[in-house]
């Protein structure tokens, strides 16, 4: 009798609404709005550049960027994202091919989603 096991890659996206809702009453809707907007631009930015830091096998620019991207992630309350950056920066000091790859993986959907929201806070900002 064999066994499939099958791995669930639609996992919940973590969000720090206090932290999001903080910053629409700290620097008003508009302005929150564009931070975000810009925030997206820069993960966008930053993910294309650490896709071929890791292509590359570029250990060193891997981290750093990883590190980048969890700073943004923590600055607009994109816990997931944080978390799975971290996952990012463990796997790319182990040199694990296949650990990298993986984690690589979940770091793009997750930010495939944080992309979404990001749209979606924009969308009802105005």
């Given amino acids: 009798m064999s066994r ?7 996992e919940p996206l973590s969000v720090d609404s206090d932290r999001l809702a903080d910053m629409f009453v700290d620097l008003g ?14 993960l966008e930015e930053l993910m294309v550049c650490l896709d071929l830091a890791v292509v ?22 994109l816990i997931g994202l944080s978390i799975a950056a971290r996952g990012v920066s463990r796997a790319v000091q182990t040199g694990d091919a296949v650990a990298v790859a993986a984690t690589m993986e979940r770091l793009r959907r997750i930010a495939q989603r944080s992309f979404r929201i990001a749209a979606e806070l ?5």
């Fill in 4 to 10: 499939v096991v099958v791995l669930r890659q639609d």
């Fill in 29 to 42: 809707e508009a302005r929150a709005a564009h931070l975000i907007s810009v925030s997206v631009e820069r």
């Fill in 56 to 77: 590359q096998v570029r250990p060193g620019d891997c981290v750093d960027l990883v590190g980048q991207i969890r700073a943004l992630g923590d600055s607009l309350g």
């Fill in 122 to 126: 924009q969308h009802r900002s105005g």
